[in-house]
């Protein structure tokens, strides 16, 4: 069975660091993302004079349809997905009184509903073949409480629920279902916080630093390639930031 990796939210951080690795481990990947294709065409430029098979398709995981409609196109380019990575992802940091209703609707939309359309969108075909792996990117903030982050955590925390209970339905049916807990990694996503908090996190981090998209991509590869008698685990990698 050919080797296709479909992961969201790719065109840069994290995820661009697993679809580079994962290309680089002879997968064909499908990068994804919502904005700045600019970066995401790039880097499919860049895997494909590499040698590696890859193609782009911008697509908002929250919408059922452009999701289905990409799992089509991956599947007519590459071939039927055998790899998915959960990892498109928003935040925002607000106090609870300020989350208002269309914000809370998006970052679940976003954050959990991505992963139920992009999962069901390529599920069909591992069922069918009693094969396949499944990656969820939660956050350090999906096992612990985040003051000022109600809304992201709760969606970190309920993609755990997602990947643990899925994890025990898929089992028998060959499809393992694994999860990475970041903790504060060095992307565009965290650099709201502003250098100053940057620095004082990197401060009260164990390991002295924030860590790398290539850290996290090094951990999702694991779980989807080398892992092959891990489901419905959760692996931190934080720099031992929380304990
Ligand atoms: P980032 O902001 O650098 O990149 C996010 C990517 O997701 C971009 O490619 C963006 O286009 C895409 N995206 C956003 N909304 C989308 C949507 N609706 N549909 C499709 N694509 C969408 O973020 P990152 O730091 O690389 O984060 C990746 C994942 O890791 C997220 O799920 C995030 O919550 C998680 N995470 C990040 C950190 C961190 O400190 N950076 C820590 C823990 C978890």
Redesign the pocket.
């Known amino acids: 069975m050919k080797n296709v990796a479909l992961i ?9 660091a697993a679809a580079q690795l994962l290309a680089e481990n002879g997968w064909s990947v499908c990068v ?5 294709d600019d ?2 065409r790039e880097l499919c430029d860049k895997l494909r004079a590499a040698g590696h098979e890859a193609m782009y398709y911008k ?4 919408d059922r349809e452009a999701v289905a409609a990409m799992v089509r196109a991956v599947e007519r380019e590459l071939g039927y997905v055998t790899l998915l990575v959960n ?5 925002r940091q607000q106090q609870f009184q300020d989350i208002d209703a269309a914000t809370w609707k998006r970052l679940f939309d ?2 959990l509903g ?1 992963c139920f359309n992009c999962t069901q969108a390529v599920l069909p075909h591992m069922l069918h073949e009693h094969a396949g792996s499944i990656v969820n ?5 999906g096992q612990h409480g985040a003051s000022c982050e109600v809304t ?1 955590s709760s969606t ?1 925390h309920a993609i755990i629920g997602l990947t643990r209970s899925l994890a025990a339905e898929l089992a028998p049916s060959g499809i393992r279902v694994n999860c990475v ?10 650099q709201v916080l502003g250098q100053e908090t940057l620095d004082m996190l990197a401060g009260e981090i164990p390991l002295g630093r ?2 790398r ?1 290539e850290e ?1 991509a090094a951990a999702i590869a694991y779980l989807a390639c080398d892992a092959t008698y891990a489901t419905g685990q959760v692996l931190t990698l934080d720099g031992g930031f929380v304990n």
């Open positions: 969201t939210g790719s065109s840069r951080g994290i995820g661009a994804n993302c919502i904005e700045r970066l995401a697509a908002d995981v929250a990892n498109a992802g928003v935040a976003v954050n991505g990117v939660s956050s350090i903030w992201y970190k807990a970041p903790g504060v990694i060095d992307t565009e996503m965290v924030l860590g998209p996290i």
